[in-house]
């Protein structure tokens, strides 16, 4: 028997709260296979929103529609490596070598500055061994730690291979027949139920595609911006610092301030304080353009997650599961979104549809409330 619930919402059986336990306790003990089979249907959502582009405008079939999307991708991404990679390798390698020294500047161009401040002096001052003081301790630690984040993923190249391919291999497979495995997966549900999970579904393809291309437009013009700017203030290895800019951006908030630090932190150590502000004060007009173009034209039309449970959803994705979890942050954090929406909001307490999906996505004069065949009780 349900739980008794207020008048004009519907109660939330224990069964249910067993069974959504149980899916959780699934989850996290398959997660490294869930997030490969999670990054294929990223991939195929957009390899089939390009196919369906070629369609439409061209009106090539499906299929070839995908060939050629599949093909498309492929030679960009191989064009942008080998023009980029070499020249951004160097500016890496150059980096590296010169890091100590530049590392040595920027502890004694912070120590100058916080020196007068009383409270600060001690980070800044070094040990009677002539040790390092607290401040050149922690860029160390900061750089121990991208060092051990990094190298795993270095050594196990074979494993990623590995893991690219198979996301590839099941993204065309998923472009390919995507009805396949939506009916699939529909029929395994109660008929009852087959109406919700298909408007997840639905609501999942869209959300997803909106991000997708909301992120292929952010990152390409943060690190076109970033580099520009770079160049034009005169500061070192800009194609490098604009190229991580551009990966860095897949991470909210996180990505953007790191992305924005680090140079700032090197033109500090290698030019002084001035250049210093010029390039943060760089990394804060990029971003803002970003933030004002790409969010409000594309992301927030259906990704329409509060910023706040964005951050604290990164920071809980990056806990439990690590830098792969990271890159998708943002479409887990949609696709429990939809799950709420949809499941808690609309099956079980009938709330309106414009509750149930984003405003942007609702037609203005579509307000009826949901009507699921069968309430979520015992």
Do not use: C
């Not at 309106?352 to 004069?365: A, K, L, N, Q, Y």
């Amino acid at each position: 028997m349900g739980v008794a619930a207020p008048a004009g919402r519907r109660s939330f059986s224990i069964g249910w709260l067993l069974l959504a336990v149980a899916l959780v306790a699934l989850v996290v003990r398959t997660i490294d296979v869930l997030l490969i089979v999670f990054l294929a249907i990223i991939l195929a959502i957009y390899l089939d929103a390009l196919a369906d582009l070629l369609q439409r405008r061209s009106g090539v079939p499906h299929t070839l529609g995908l060939t050629l999307g599949v093909a498309v991708t492929l030679g960009a991404l191989v064009g942008v490596v080998l023009l980029l990679a070499p020249p951004v390798t160097q500016q890496v390698q150059d980096l590296l070598a010169n890091l100590p020294r530049y590392l040595s500047n920027l502890d004694a161009n912070i120590n100058g500055l916080i020196s007068n401040i009383p409270v600060l002096r001690r980070s800044a001052s070094t040990g009677p061994d002539g040790a390092p003081g607290l401040l050149a301790t922690s860029l160390a630690e900061i750089m121990g730690f991208l060092r051990g984040a990094a190298v795993p993923y270095l050594k196990g190249g074979v494993e990623i291979l590995i893991m690219v391919v198979s996301v590839l291999v099941m993204a065309i497979y998923l472009a390919r027949h995507p009805s396949i495995y939506a009916d699939g997966a529909v029929a395994l549900l109660p008929p009852a139920r087959r109406p919700l999970a298909r408007a997840i579904l639905e609501d999942l393809n869209l959300t997803i595609r909106a991000w997708v291309v909301g992120q292929i437009i952010a990152m390409v013009l943060l690190a076109a911006l970033t580099t520009l700017g770079l160049w034009l203030l005169g500061v070192p290895y800009a194609l490098a610092f604009g190229v991580f800019a551009g990966v860095a951006a897949i991470v909210p908030f996180f990505g953007v301030l790191l992305s924005t630090i680090l140079p700032a932190l090197f033109a500090l150590g290698a030019f002084g304080v001035t250049k210093a502000l010029l390039v943060a004060a760089l990394g804060v007009l990029v971003h803002i353009i970003e933030a004002n173009f790409v969010a409000p034209v594309v992301m927030e039309r259906q990704v329409n997650i509060p910023p706040v449970v964005t951050i604290a959803g990164v920071l809980l994705i990056g806990k439990l599961f690590g830098l792969s979890g990271l890159i998708i942050a943002v479409p887990i954090l949609a696709l429990v979104m939809i799950l709420i929406r949809h499941i808690l909001l609309g099956a079980v307490y009938g709330d309106p549809v414009s509750v149930i999906r984003p405003t942007r996505i609702v037609p203005s004069d579509v307000e009826p409330a949901v009507q699921p065949p069968a309430p979520l009780t015992e």
